[in-house]
């Protein structure tokens, strides 16, 4: 069994900043990739920003040079660093994980969210 546990989300007023953490844990043989998508009311569930094993990254054009990403393989984590927060970033922010199990191969997770408003 697989959990994702993200902590970190809040109340912050615009140009603040705050910074996610999502912790894989379970029967992990390696975590190939991990990465936040948000949510905002009505709207459809977009990539943030993407980080893999081996450190390469992706990002929103929308976040680029606001938000970093990065990761602590050996601890199955991974961050993210939100500085000069928009009121449009608020939404509800989860972790994705693509994690290889061994013999059942990669699978991917969800964490359960954590919101983050930004007050204008």
């Known amino acids: 069994q697989v959990h994702l546990v993200e902590s970190g989300g809040g109340l912050v007023q615009a140009g603040g900043s705050l910074r996610l953490s999502c912790a894989a844990s379970?029967?992990?043989?390696?975590?190939?990739?991990m990465g936040w998508y948000r949510q905002a009311p009505g709207t459809q569930r977009e990539l943030v920003a993407v980080?893999?094993?081996?450190?390469?990254?992706n990002y929103a054009a929308s976040v680029k040079g606001r938000f970093t990403i990065s990761n602590h393989n050996a601890k199955n984590t991974v961050y993210l660093q939100m500085n000069s927060l928009k009121p449009e970033d608020t939404a509800v922010y989860y972790c994705n994980a693509q994690l290889f199990l061994g013999t059942t191969g990669t699978q991917e997770y969800w964490g359960q969210g954590t919101q983050v408003t930004v007050s204008s």
């Open positions: 980080i893999t094993s081996g450190g390469s990254t």
């Open positions: 379970g029967n992990i043989f390696k975590n190939n990739a």
